[in-house]
């Protein structure tokens, strides 16, 4: 794990997301939530907007993960929490622990209209420890030790190349926290989660499902990662 590594970074992110394209993924992104809470479908609503705009694959992506509905965000910001004293946290392992790398990577990440921070880093089964994943991995253990939980499980997708190696990194990179640490190498990591409080994850279907969940990687980000590219479209549906 030597090698320097940028996760997520698409030498062409330079040019399709500086100053002048951003203005218009804004103007897309106002268009595509105005379909979004009118009913339409986020599959083909994004594509309409996609095409009006012409806007390349990339940033058709970087729409569907960082616009919501006006819905979607009530459902999720109602379920959002603070206070984990003493509790336990359900980790979707991959989902958090790459956009952190990304993060480190300072390759390009979006403040979503739901408030979570987001990448655009494919998984695709197939995943690689990286020179950032134990400084990934430690950042959660600093901030899950701020507010002392008692417990951290972390869900990792069995059928991702090397989910064993990382949940060997990840139970050796937490041992010196005040906390228990379990990990699980599982097929359907995402409905276990659904049925789960405390969760911390960003993907949106999970939130929508979860009986609760915690923002840790944006209070991550915020606090310990201050110069990273991300583009924030948090402010443009109305968020307090």
């Not at 996760?7 to 268009?31: M, N």
């Not at 979006?110 to 990286?130: E, N, P, V």
Request: charged content about 25%; proline content about 2%; overall charge neutral.
């Amino acid at each position: 794990m030597s090698k320097i590594v940028k996760r997520g970074f698409v030498p062409t992110d330079e040019t399709e997301f500086d100053t002048d394209s951003v203005k218009i993924l804004y103007q897309a992104g106002k268009d595509l939530c105005y379909l979004l809470n009118h009913g339409y479908k986020i599959k083909s609503a994004s594509v309409f907007i996609g095409n009006h705009y012409m806007l390349s694959e990339r940033q058709r992506l970087a729409l569907v993960r960082a616009v919501s509905s006006k819905e979607d965000i009530q459902i999720r910001k109602e379920k959002e929490v603070c206070d984990l004293n003493g509790q336990t946290v359900n980790i979707d392992g991959f989902n958090t622990i790459i956009t952190l790398e990304v993060a480190l990577s300072d390759s390009l990440l979006f403040h979503c209209m739901d408030d979570t921070i987001r990448d655009l880093a494919a998984l695709r089964g197939t995943y690689r420890l990286i020179d950032k994943t134990d400084t990934a991995i430690g950042l959660i253990g600093k901030e899950l030790e701020q507010k002392n939980i008692r417990k951290a499980v972390f869900y990792l997708d069995a059928p991702v190349s090397n989910s064993g190696r990382l949940a060997g990194l990840i139970r050796n990179g937490l041992k010196p926290f005040p906390f228990d640490v379990e990990t699980e190498i599982i097929c359907q990591v995402d409905s276990v989660l659904e049925s789960k409080e405390n969760v911390i994850t960003s993907d949106a279907i999970i939130l929508n499902k979860c009986l609760s969940w915690y923002n840790l990687n944006k209070n991550i980000i915020r606090n310990s990662l201050k110069n990273t590219f991300c583009i924030d479209f948090s402010k443009a549906n109305g968020l307090p």
